[in-house]
């Protein structure tokens, strides 16, 4: 069998199971095979259960002191259970209305259990294990990511037929000469381990070899990207205008933007077009950089334009930016959704005419009518929030002009490297000096009362306030409700008698707007909100924010939502509110309290929870990794990252005869991730 015949193909596999294959987007044979499992149960290593962690999954191995015994709980609910023992110390096992489970054990036999044990050093308890007799083979079992009609034991047993199959179907993909080089495992044992793994060491072997793959097989293609997008521009900057703008300013640039600042200089001057990504924590001053390289834009005769996701930050950028190049003599407009028809004309036409350099607005200056003299520089704000498609509508309006795109989510350098591997970065890891750091809090819900009591303080002061809703397991529907009964709830009893303000996802774009204008002018004093508060809207007054059921976000993403209080001189306070303060969620918690640096908290993140969160808020195509936790890894990191460098150097376009099947192999992977095709 090929490993592109259809999945149906396979023995044990109908129609019915088909349809379900091609769910997971297994369509083929070779999908099948490279369905790589989601974790293992490892059953080759039984422990003795006073060695076993508490609350992990991990195999024991114990002697079943007696038949279970059955007890009826209610109607419908039996509970078997019996005690285990390994000599040294007793654990208790239940099962929840299998008997088909419970019968399986017998009294005097030994076992290998696999499941959590919970209780204590004195107690021990394990529910709902999965049982073998102790004779049937240790091994490493591969669990798959099921769905709720293939179950991952189906999914093992299809794997195992592709792999008697096909298996022998499976081709080498690196040039010998890499394999060799770094010591790697072949391909097809690596993929016949990864499933059905020998033992540890061959399964972190496979492992490596498969993260290394796929990890060089990114970099080349991203590394091709990057140069195809390499075709000379003729916007160059003759003089670099960076000092005369800083003289200008009425406080001193930090280190990093002047850094950053000096980095797209040398992009805007080298005659290649820049596309660079600047990264920066909020407050940062990612502003004040985009505004020196608009400046020396301008006095070389090149107009800029500058887009942002919503109204309000259109018309913040506007006024923070007519202040800064205030009697530089540089013209500047607003254009946005709701600019008048009159009003919008004009800019038009001065825009068309080259009397406007600098163009502020929403994506409303993408449209068709909206053209340029000469526009040279682009910036876009918050990136994260357009499309490739947008982005390139704006680019598409000059002449391969330069590209600065502003992102206020900090992302660890490995991830960056990864995510943005087609851009280069400038990060700016220094925040203006004077800044204070918001007061964290961590507390548990039975001091909720207190905590409201706290945020009326501020308000009576003519403070203004944030609480970030509890979130409802669901949709953005049901979320959207109970924002609606919580802000409800809010308004007759803490917080009768106050201004309420409530913003959640189902809005539509214009409410929305309303509900944040409203809050910018102090109309609401209490913003209760779900998690869609406006990214990078400043209201300096709002000193205070409640975040409920905080243990169901990530750090980065709490990081990113206290950054709406803080932006003023005044002290800021954030109260974290969660009743789940087991170990783990305290210990996240506590990072936010001790830290506000949001480097740190991403890094920090990335260990405690994968990437998964960083690549949801990414949009485009980047090819799906199947190996994410590979970005931890940073030492397989830079093997691969050299890799690269000697494989691009030695032949760029992959054209010699070693590395054909490399060069397929990246260009698969770069259609598979939407990224069309390669040059
Ligand atoms: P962000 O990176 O979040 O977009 P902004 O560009 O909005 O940050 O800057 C935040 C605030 O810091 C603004 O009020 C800006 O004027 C101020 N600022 C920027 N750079 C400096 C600096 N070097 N020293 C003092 N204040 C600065
Ligand atoms: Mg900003």
């Known amino acids: 069998m090929r490993l592109d015949s259809d999945v149906r193909y396979l023995k044990g596999v109908g129609e019915k199971r088909a349809a379900l294959l091609y769910r997971l987007e297994i369509f083929t044979v070779g999908d099948l095979i490279r369905y790589y499992p989601r974790t293992y149960e490892d059953w080759s290593n039984p422990l003795a259960i006073d060695e076993a962690p508490l609350d992990t999954p991990c195999c024991v191995r114990g002697i079943v002191d007696h038949n279970p015994t059955a007890q009826l709980i209610r109607k419908g609910m039996t509970i078997y259970s019996t005690r285990v023992t390994d000599g040294r110390s007793v654990m208790r096992v239940t099962i929840f209305n299998s008997k088909y489970a419970a019968e399986k054990l017998a009294e005097g036999e030994e076992y290998l259990f696999f499941g959590k044990i919970s209780g204590n050093n004195y107690y021990r308890e394990m529910t709902s294990p999965e049982i073998r007799p102790v004779n049937a083979g240790q091994k490493i079992r591969p669990i798959y990511s099921q769905t709720a009609s293939l179950t991952t034991n189906a999914i093992e047993k299809l794997v195992a037929g592709a792999l008697a199959q096909a298996g022998s179907e499976i081709g080498e993909t690196l040039p010998g000469y890499i394999i060799k080089e770094q010591g790697l495992m072949p391909l097809k044992e690596a993929i016949q381990n990864i499933h059905f793994p020998k033992d540890r060491l061959t399964l972190e072997r496979a492992r490596n070899r498969l993260i290394f793959e796929e990890f060089l097989l990114l970099q080349l293609g991203l590394a091709r990207l990057k140069g195809r997008e390499k075709s000379a521009t003729p916007v160059v900057l003759k003089n670099d205008c960076t000092r005369e703008f800083f003289s200008l300013l009425p406080f001193a640039p930090t280190g990093a933007q002047k850094r950053a600042v000096r980095e797209a200089a040398e992009d805007m001057k080298s005659g290649l077009p820049m596309n660079r990504l600047l990264q920066g924590d909020v407050g940062s001053g990612k502003t004040a950089v985009a505004a020196a390289l608009i400046y020396s834009a301008a006095k070389n005769g090149y107009q800029s334009a500058l887009m942002a996701p919503t109204e309000i930050l259109a018309q913040q950028h506007f006024k923070t930016l007519s202040?800064?190049?205030?009697?530089?003599?540089?013209?500047?407009?607003?254009?946005?959704?709701?600019?008048?028809?009159?009003?919008?004309?004009?800019?038009?036409?001065?825009?068309?005419?080259?009397?406007?350099?600098?163009?502020?607005?929403?994506?409303?200056?993408?449209?068709?009518?909206?053209?340029?003299?000469?526009?040279?520089?682009?910036?876009?704000?918050?990136?994260?929030?357009?499309?490739?498609?947008?982005?390139?509508?704006?680019?598409?309006?000059?002449?391969?002009?330069?590209?600065?795109?502003?992102?206020?989510?900090?992302?660890?350098?490995?991830?960056?490297?990864?995510?943005?591997?087609d851009l280069d970065i400038s990060v700016l890891d220094e925040l203006p000096p004077g800044r204070i750091p918001v007061e964290t809090y961590a507390i548990t819900g039975d001091k909720r009362a207190r905590a409201y009591g706290y945020v009326k303080k501020f308000l009576n002061e003519g403070r203004q306030g944030y609480v970030v809703c509890p979130l409802v397991e669901g949709?953005?529907?049901?979320?959207?409700?109970?924002?609606?009964?919580?802000?409800?709830?809010?308004?007759?009893?803490?917080?009768?008698?106050?201004?309420?303000?409530?913003?959640?996802?189902?809005?539509?774009?214009?409410?929305?707007?309303?509900?944040?204008?409203?809050?910018?002018?102090?109309?609401?004093?209490?913003?209760?909100?779900?998690?869609?508060?406006?990214?990078?809207?400043?209201?300096?007054?709002?000193?205070?924010?409640?975040?409920e059921n905080a243990e169901r976000f990530g750090l980065s993403q709490l990081h990113q939502l206290r950054g709406r209080v803080g932006r003023g001189s005044e002290r800021s306070t954030c109260i974290l509110i969660s009743d789940a303060m087991g170990g783990e969620t305290r210990r996240r918690l506590e990072i936010m309290t001790k830290t506000t640096d949001g480097f740190k908290i991403a890094d920090e993140d990335l260990k405690l929870r994968g990437p998964g969160d960083f690549f949801g808020s990414r949009q485009h195509g980047l090819p799906d990794l199947r190996f994410a936790e590979m970005l931890t890894d940073t030492r397989l990191l830079t093997l691969t990252r050299d890799a690269t460098q000697k494989i691009l150097a030695e032949d760029y376009y992959l054209e010699s005869p070693e590395n054909f099947y490399l060069r397929k192999a990246v260009e698969e992977l770069f259609t598979r991730g939407g990224r069309g095709g390669l040059n």
Do not use: C, W
Request: glycine content about 10%; overall charge negative; charged content about 20%.
């Open 475 to 547: 949709s953005e529907e049901t979320d959207a409700a109970a924002a609606q009964d919580y802000v409800q709830e809010l308004a007759a009893g803490a917080f009768y008698g106050y201004r309420l303000g409530l913003l959640h996802g189902k809005m539509k774009p214009k409410e929305k707007e309303k509900v944040m204008l409203d809050f910018v002018t102090g109309q609401v004093q209490l913003l209760v909100s779900t998690t869609v508060i406006e990214v990078g809207v400043d209201v300096p007054n709002a000193v205070i924010m409640v975040i």
């Open 323 to 421: 202040a800064l190049l205030e009697g530089t003599g540089i013209s500047l407009a607003l254009l946005t959704g709701s600019t008048k028809a009159s009003e919008k004309k004009k800019i038009i036409a001065g825009l068309k005419e080259g009397e406007i350099s600098l163009v502020i607005g929403t994506h409303a200056i993408i449209q068709d009518t909206v053209t340029f003299k000469a526009l040279g520089f682009i910036v876009v704000d918050e990136q994260h929030r357009f499309g490739v498609r947008q982005r390139g509508a704006l680019f598409e309006k000059g002449d391969n002009p330069h590209m600065l795109v502003m992102s206020a989510t900090p992302i660890p350098r490995t991830l960056a490297l990864i995510i943005y591997g």
